[in-house]
Nanobody, 121 residues
Framework: QVNLVESGGDLVQPGGSLRLSCVFSGMFGKEYNMAWYRQAPGKEREWVAS????????????NYTESVKGRFTIRRDDPLKKTYLQMNDVKPEDTGVYYC??????????WGQGTQVTVSS
């Protein structure tokens, strides 16, 4: 079976920091993409960040939505099958449920159940 589990969501003050984690259970393909999405209350789900490349490669490609560039950083630890989203200088607009997403080079896709992030003073 394949399973994605997010953790790290919390209440955080504007300007503060938070790190989200995603643990993957199952078999990876040789190439795969990990991504974070979020859904604010009453809003549509949006893509936030992604990281892709070969399993165990020394470097990976990263991309970010414009609104989080310079504030968020996506990382992955292939041996541990973990993906992280470091969130710095958070804003109230960052509030939402954050979802981990995995896509194998074979085309298989998987979603986690989400973790709540609330940015409020």
């Amino acid at each position: 079976q394949v399973n994605l589990v997010e953790s790290g969501g919390d209440l955080v003050q504007p300007g503060g920091s938070l790190r989200l984690s995603c643990v993957f259970s199952g078999m990876f393909g040789k190439e795969y993409n990990m991504a974070w999405y979020r859904q604010a209350p009453g809003k549509e789900r949006e893509w936030v960040a992604s990281i892709s490349g070969g399993f165990g490669a020394a470097s990976h490609r990263t991309n970010y939505t414009e609104s989080v560039k310079g504030r968020f950083t996506i990382r992955r630890d292939d041996p541990l099958k973990k993906t992280y989203l470091q969130m710095n200088d958070v804003k109230p607009e960052d509030t939402g449920v954050y979802y981990c997403h995995a896509r194998m080079g074979t085309g298989s896709e998987y979603w986690g159940q989400g973790t709540q992030v609330t940015v409020s003073s």
